[in-house]
């Protein structure tokens, strides 16, 4: 597997010359007198250095490892530990966190990079911090100030971790009905009893504490969603001084055996009359977990950003080395017996993809965690609710597109070293099994795709499309004549786009079944339809530079090859939409 390497020139040109991010963070009072250029410079620097030597080379012997239990007790591969502390003490698990309690307050523009230089470096390593930082956003936003002054400085320290525990074995994504119980005890602490599964890590050995934010339903809940509750129930009890106590009733009965991120503890907890704390108001829950769920849905879409930037980085090393075959107008190394793979244009034709795909994504998901900073900071009201539309609008698209094209990147990365490619030495397959979780995990990417299309689309009646679609069409009406290569085509992926949504809109308001039967298909149209609009972005700030700088050149040859040969995807997508639900259900379920 080759070297990881953090692409900070094509973060940097995201940042600073795509999206301006410095205009953004002048408007936002919060960010302007703690966020600048320079001191962005500096965090990513480091944090590539981090993740590239102390994480990265971890990766492949930390999945040969995996994760060990042992009477309730896990232990995480070896090095990790010390790896976790190197991170900690740099300060990156609180990267985003308020610095009240001792958080770098960076916005989320800036945190993704980090996130995606972590993950690429290792998935499993960065779960840890990623739910840690999680959770933090929910404990920051809705917790008491006690609990924020006792938890919050040790969790952004690294020193303790933190975890999410919602899915139980019989309810997954209809949580709803979850069966986890909170009775109130004399002090005003509650007693948390029930089993949670799937729960990254619940158990394991990187910190001294471990934080679990819990779903949980009170003796007098409603039924269903309406009667869930959010509490904090820490490993070991913190006493006044700060220092630990007991162990509280909170055990890990065992660790899932994955095809994937074997380095990350994917535990089954059980409480059993453990001591916990309401966070927020009683049976509202929910509303205080999706408070870190946007984040945690584009989070995972970084992962499947990262997964395929590190396979991109290992099979373009791998193209240019092995030598197979001569180029079909000639042989290009004459002096060898074979050229190099990249001359061949299957090759080429994969090799592109990654880097349109991972290229497409990272301006993507930047814009997004845009839209979060501005609805988070921002202190004029009708900004602030045009980003909280945009944000409702585009995560299921950050989550489920992002991590649909890191499976199809990293399977063109496996393939492009052909039989080594199967071989868990090369790195590659391993690539191809971590990423798989995140087409599932956050809620699968069907929920996604009936997220946008039933709330986002249809339930917005299309108001939260047409911000989207309008800021589109600003653009390319505004666009510099040379620019028309990429505008046009844009333009009519948008008309598109916006037919497509119109026909949804139409047909199911007479047939709800419509709204599932096209939701998968519109949200890859919707997808490409989106990076079309970044590739502009990104062609427009590259344009007139290709002649001083190859980064620049190259830029644009991936943007041209994504207008020729990945944009049109959305042709066949529609078609499918557009076919409608009938042939979904000519088959009796007896007749599968």
Known sequence: MADYKAPLRDMRFVLNEVFEVAKLWAQLPALAETVDVETVEAILEEAGKVTARSIAPLSRGADEEGCHWDNTEVTTPEGFPQAYQTYAEGGWVGVGGDPEFGGMGMPKAVSAQVEEMVNSASLAFGLYPMLTAGACLSINAHASEELKATYLPNMYAGVWAGSMCLTEPHAGTDLGIIRTKAEPRADGSYAISGTKIFITGGEHDLTENIIHLVLAKLPDAPAGPKGISLFLVPKFMVNADGSLGERNPVTCGSIEHKMGIQASATCVMNFDQAIGYLVGEPNKGLAAMFTMMNYERLGVGIQGLATGERSYQNAIEYARDRLQSRSPTGPQAKDKVADPIIVHPDVRRMLLTMKAANEGGRAFSTYVAMQLDTAKFSEDPDTRKRAESLVALLTPVAKAFLTDLGLETTVHGQQIFGGHGYIREWGQEQLVRDVRITQIYEGTNGIQAL?????????????????????????????????????????????????????????????????GAASVEYLQVFGYTAYAYMW?????????????????????????????????????????????????????????
Request: charged letters at 25%; aromatic letters at 12%; a negative charge.
């Open 451 to 515: 997220d946008l299309v039933g709330r986002k689309i249809v339930g917005s009646g299309g108001a939260f499309y047409k911000l989207f679609a309008d800021e589109i069409r600003h653009f390319t009406a505004t666009a510099d004549e040379q620019w028309g290569e990429f505008t046009r085509p844009l333009n009519a992926a948008l008309d598109n786009l916006d037919e497509l949504t119109a026909w949804v809109l139409d047909r199911s308001a007479s047939n709800p079944n419509e709204i």
């Open 536 to 592: 502009a972005l990104m062609a427009k700030a590259a344009l007139g530079k290709e002649q001083e700088d190859d980064f620049y050149a190259s830029k644009l040859g991936t943007a041209r090859f994504y207008f020729a040969r990945l944009l049109p995807r959305i042709h066949s997508l529609s078609a499918s939409v557009k076919a409608g639900s009938e042939s979904l259900f000519l088959l009796q379920a007896e007749q599968f």
